[in-house]
């Protein structure tokens, strides 16, 4: 008979799992998925199981892994909020997050109000509960469980979770810390180099030389308009701008470095030399994705009586040292290079020869040559000599 000790605990097999191998599983949905399963193999009545996770990211509240007897797990994810609407307030997780209570309902025996309760004992449910997982940070996530067993939990089964609950409580702790330092670093770095950080190259100097088409795009007219725009107008202005360029990008599989007040770097790194041609039309299909999505938007802004985005950017390609620059206490994961500074001279040219895009030789070499044409040989600010620079056909002023 178990004595509560913890030497009786840990010689329950379903514990000794949990502090010897559910640690090792790296990924939240599997954790969730193989919890359920072994709770059920375990002779818990178990039909559901749930995990719900309040993270910060900038577009997400948080995300809910579900798993189900026979259909494995599923993940919803909460766009911001969550805590405002009413999937979540009319529920029983504000009392078990806000006020630290756990939450049981014998759904066999009442009429529940709560949508989640109702849609649960129609689908044969007959035992419900919800209790907090109180991290070391003070943060809190919450857990589920449901049974659909005659009669519910017994008494001896929740005793057995409850146990075990500290032990979940601190690998999705674990869990909860990573994905919030991923979604951070993603938002803050961009993804490449977030990973790379996460992996261990956080010293100055850490890095590699790697070969990408640079991007470099700049928003034309922002002095001006900054000085005679309201702040929240030019924050707007700055987001459009920004959320054009850069979901682009990142639909197309480059990687957003930096902003610059109202300039963006950014790269498409080649994964080798066969696929330069690849890399670099992607980098072009961004581009024009960009500019579509700017027409589109600045008619709407021109409806509303606002300003319209005109941007210039420039596209080459060469080899960049990727890694961490900076003083000691403040790095930078970024490019540096004598194809960065290309770039950004490049750029310089839009607005001289009133063109929304322009591209190097080393780029226009490698794209469809239906889709460029040469627009001359011009001077850049510290290149010895005048280089030959290209427009795209369809994109103009």
Known sequence: ?????????????????????????????????????????????????AYFQFTLHPELDGKAYFWRRGRGVEVAAAGPGLRQRSEYLDNPLPKVFEELKTIRVHLAEVEP??????????????????????FT?????????????????????????????????????????????ENLLDAYVGRAAGRRILAGEVKRGDGQTIEAVIWYSDLRGF??????LPRDAVITLLNDYFGATGEAVTAAGG????????????????????????????????????????ATLNVARAAAGEIEVRFGLALHIGEVMFGNIGASK????????????????LEKLCAELNRSLVVSDAMARLLPQNAIGSLGHHALKDIDEPQEVYGVRGISA
């Open 1 to 49: 008979m178990d004595d509560g000790t913890p030497n009786s605990v840990y010689r329950d097999p379903l514990a000794l799992w949990f502090v010897t191998e559910a640690y090792r599983i790296a990924d939240t949905g599997e954790l969730i998925g193989a919890a359920g399963e072994r709770l059920l193999a375990a002779g818990i009545p178990l039909c559901r199981l």
């Open 330 to 345: 403040r790095l930078d994961f970024t490019v540096i290079g004598p194809a960065v500074n290309f770039a950004s001279r």
């Open 137 to 181: 940070t003070g943060h809190v996530d919450a857990l589920s469980i449901v049974s659909d067993a005659p009669g519910g939990f017994l008494a001896a089964d929740l005793d057995r979770m409850f146990l075990l609950q500290f032990a979940f409580t601190r690998i999705v702790e674990i869990h909860s810390l990573r994905d919030t330092a």
């Open 113 to 134: 109000q709560a949508p989640i309760l109702k849609q649960l004992k129609s689908q044969g449910a007959t035992d419900y509960v919800a209790l907090p997982l109180l």
């Open 255 to 294: 990687e957003i470095l930096k902003f610059l007040g109202d300039g963006m770097l950014a790269m498409f790194p080649v994964p080798s030399p066969a696929e330069r041609s690849a890399t670099a039309t992607r980098a072009l299909w961004a581009a024009a994705a960009a500019a579509e999505t700017i």
């Open 223 to 228: 002095t001006r308009a900054s000085d005679s």
